[in-house]
Nanobody, 128 residues
């Protein structure tokens, strides 16, 4: 059974940090690009960051310089280090796995970005 399980969300104040984790199982993790996406209430799902099988990394303009993505293939886990959080970062954060390139995923767009597997999400709330 394929599973992607996000953890690490919570309530923080603006300027603080959180680290999200995405633990994967049930598929060949090394062969997949992993992405982080988020969806705020009443808004469309958007891409946040991605890391390819070869460890190339991608970031949305809104988070570049504040968020860092990394993957540990030995643990089948991807992390998203989020620093200097802003209230506009408040959303449910999802991780997803796919075999398209990040750029192809962006072309496909929401809601699924051509990703094959999705987690159920973890809520991040940033207060002022």
């Amino acid at each position: 059974e394929v599973q992607l399980v996000e953890s690490g969300g919570g309530l923080v104040q603006a300027g603080e940090s959180l680290r999200l984790s995405c633990a994967a199982s049930g598929f060949r993790f090394d062969d997949y690009e992993i992405g982080w996406f988020r969806q705020a209430p009443g808004k469309e799902r958007e891409a946040v960051s991605g890391v390819s099988e070869s460890d190339s990394k991608y970031y949305a303009d809104s988070v570049r310089g504040r968020f860092t993505i990394s993957r540990n293939n030995a643990k089948s886990t991807v992390y998203l280090e989020m620093n200097r959080l802003k209230p506009e970062d408040t959303a449910v954060y999802f991780c997803a796995a796919g075999r398209s390139s990040w750029y192809a995923s962006m072309i496909m767009g929401p809601p699924n970005f051509d990703m094959e597997y999705w987690g159920k999400g973890t809520l991040v709330t940033v207060s002022t």
